[in-house]
Every structure is written in structure tokens, then in C-alpha cells.
């Protein structure tokens, strides 16, 4: 394709978009709106999926032991637990060390509320139990379950559970909310190219008596198509990564959100992504509301 024809195509795209600017500019708004919600729910997806493995690694059993449990049965125990193949260690925490962990814990203000207790320590020594993989805790505990000797079995496999619940959650809305804006894109895109090949039928018309292909009448109306995606997924992404900057510096100062997706992420990565994706929302759209007027 010559350099005089690929000019040809993008000037006569831009003034198409110029004469139908009002829905031209529905158009860019709407692909906004879809990527910018596509991006929400990617930016959460992987937030998430970031605190799952940060859960995940911290998962442990901690087998809490009775106060008159024996010396033959704590180490019957402790041994149990090292020879299993699901294990990755096992620690033994005394009452001391745990009450000292809870004190580190509540931190130096709260200090008054733990005073006394270093005398009458009502916290049990226990085994730290930590596993391979998060799947493998109930196997664990299913083995030592009935051993004599514990008080109670804590792991944190409601949290992982529940934490994947909200990932599906996310995911599913998600998938749904952005084909209902893809549709909406394609739709109004496809009416933006609409128009403009309505109030030009006629010399389309003539284009094609003349000899003129397909393709040659199509590429300045995908363009603009795809000027519409461009310009759309370049607006979405500069909304997406202000507002998510807001969100990451309002949750930086938190521990239990320390580990968020940085926003740089937006700029380096879906960018590229919304590019693309606008390209093809722009172009797929323009391709589909020209096939009944090019049977002129």
C-alpha cells in the first residue's frame, strides 16, 4: 500500500470523525467506560490474587497442647508431625514465647492490658506446624486429630476459602460487566460508521461503479474506527491509573494492604493492553457496519 493511499485513508478518516463529532465522542467515551471497568477488575483480580499467595504463605497449624500433657506424649507428637510428608517444619512455641509475640503484637500502647499475665500465663505451649501448600492442612490435621495430649487445632483455611470465594466473585462480574460494554461499543461504533457511510452512499456507490474494491471503500472507515479505540483506551487508561494511585497511596500505610499492585503497572502493562484492545473493539465494529452497504 502506497504512503499517498495510507494518507488518503487517514485524512479522509479524520474528517468523517470531525463531521459526526457528537457520536464520534459517544463512541471514544463508551470504549473508555468499558476498558477503564475492564481494568478495575483486572487491577482487583490481581491484588487479590497477590494477597492469596501472601495468605497462603503464612498458613499454619498451630496445635495447642494441655497443660498435663506428658513428656512421652509431646514428643511422640512432635515427631509425628516432622515425619509427615505434607510438612515443611515445625516449631515448637513455648507459653513464654507466645506471650511475648502477643505483646509485640498489641504493641507498646496497649502494653496495660496484658499486665499480671506474665505470672499466671494462661496461653498453652504449642507445635507451629507450617505445610507445602495450603491444600494439604486438612490432611494434616485429619492425621493428628485424635492424638492424646491437644487442646485445639487452629489453621487458617477459612481465610484462604473465603479470600478465593471473592476472587471467583470478582472474576465472574467482572467477565459479565465487561461483555455488556463490549457490546455497547461495538453497537455505538458501529452506528458512528453507520452515519458516515449513510451520508456517503452515493459516493460509494460511485466508487465501486469505478472500480473501486472492497477494502479500498472499507480502510478509511476501520481507521476511524480505530482512531475511536485508540483514543477511547488512552482516555480509560489515564482515568484508571489517577484513580487507582489514589486507592494504592490511601493503602500504602496499611499492613494488611501492603503488598498491592503499584500503579506503574497501569502505565507499563495494561496500557499496551487497553491499546489493543481498543484497536480491535474500533476496528471489529467498523468492519461489521459496513457489510450491507457494500452491496451497493
Partial sequence: MKISTIKYFILDSLKSLKRNRTISLASVATVAATLFILGVFLLAMLDVKVLVKDVESRVEIRVFLNNDITIAQEKDLGKKL?????????????????????????????????EGLDKDNPLPNAFVVKVKTPEMVASVVNNIKDAKGIYEIQDGRKIVDKIIAITKTIKWVGMVLFAILIGVSLFLIGNTIKITVYSRRKEIGIMKYIGATDWFIRWPFIIEGMIIGIAGSIIGCIALYYSYNIVYTKAASSLFLGQLISPKYVLTTISWEFLLVGLLIGSIGSILSMRKFLAV
Avoid at 512455641?93 to 506471650?99: F, H, L, P, V
Fill in 82 to 114: 516432622k515425619g509427615m510428608n505434607e510438612v515443611q517444619s515445625v516449631t515448637y512455641e513455648t507459653k513464654n514465647q507466645a506471650m511475648d509475640k502477643f505483646k509485640d503484637q498489641i504493641g507498646e500502647n496497649n502494653k496495660a492490658l496484658v
